[in-house]
């Protein structure tokens, strides 16, 4: 059994900053990357950040010079650093982690709620 929680989600002005934490637990011996997608209301859910166990990161065009991902393999935790923040960064925003040892497999976590009010 894997286990992906998120927490440090909440409501913030415009402007204002959070930062989410992910952690991954369980029967895990390689992640191979983790990751923040975010899904607002009536529309598709869409990557924000990831980051791989080598360090590689890939951002949206939206959020780039505004969030920062980063991750303590040791802890299989992965972070996401949430500056000036937009109303229209308002969304549940999805924790996912791959898995590549025991076997290949994707886990996704519940999801936080960010309410960024103008």
């Known amino acids: 059994q894997v286990q992906v929680v998120e927490s440090g989600g909440g409501s913030v002005q415009a402007g204002g900053s959070l930062r989410l934490s992910c952690t991954a637990s369980?029967?895990?011996?390689?992640?191979?990357?983790m990751g923040w997608y975010r899904q607002a209301p009536g529309k598709q859910r869409e990557l924000v950040a990831s980051?791989?166990?080598?360090?590689?990161?890939d951002y949206a065009d939206s959020v780039k010079g505004r969030f920062t991902i980063s991750r303590d393999n040791a802890k299989n935790t992965v972070y996401l650093q949430m500056n000036s923040l937009k109303p229209e960064d308002t969304a549940v925003y999805h924790c996912?982690?791959?898995?590549?040892?025991?076997?290949?497999?994707?886990?996704w976590g519940q999801g936080t709620q960010v309410t960024v009010s103008s």
């Open positions: 996912k982690v791959i898995v590549t040892r025991p076997q290949l497999a994707i886990y």
């Open positions: 980051i791989t166990s080598g360090g590689s990161t």
């Open positions: 369980g029967s895990i011996f390689s992640i191979y990357s």
